[in-house]
């Protein structure tokens, strides 16, 4: 019976053969968890003015609504107070329309922003690492070839 070779000698040597430079892994995860807290703080601060937004229409459109449904002496003025209503929950939803638009327009400046930083920074790093590893590869070549 043929006997099974032990690969995992075999992968351990070959693998030591490479240099792997862990600190550069590190660095990225560092830089990825960076990357998102940045985000995390932009979506966070979005949704609390979102939420602020939000109450501030709810209230206002209570109010006109508390207006709208007291009771009136002549029935035309039932009309009017819907009228009122109508115009006046337009023009609320106008204002609140805008300021969730200058929201979104600021996460989108934000969130452009810390890209562009980041993909400068993964950028040197990139570059970095790759001369790094190549400087390691040429001298490792060069001692397998004088080692020969």
Excluded: R
């Excluded at 070959?14 to 968890?33: H, L």
């Excluded at 930083?117 to 490792?140: C, Q, Y």
């Amino acid at each position: 019976m043929a006997k099974a070779q032990d690969f995992s000698a075999i992968m351990k040597d070959m693998m030591g053969a490479f240099p792997v430079d862990t600190k550069a892994m590190e660095d990225a995860f560092k830089s990825t968890a960076a990357l998102n807290e940045k985000l995390s703080g932009v979506a966070l601060e979005a949704a609390e003015k979102s939420a602020e937004i939000s109450s501030k229409w709810t209230k206002e459109t209570l109010a006109k609504l508390s207006e709208m449904s007291k009771a009136k002496a002549e029935p035309a003025d039932y009309a009017k107070a819907m009228t009122d209503f109508a115009s006046a929950s337009a023009e609320v939803a106008a204002e609140n329309m805008a300021a969730f638009a200058e929201v979104a327009k600021k996460v989108q400046m934000d969130t452009v922003e810390l890209l562009m930083a980041a993909g400068k920074d993964i950028t040197e790093d990139a570059t970095a690492a790759v001369k790094k590893a190549t400087n390691e590869v040429t001298a490792a070549a060069k001692k397998a070839a004088a080692a020969k």
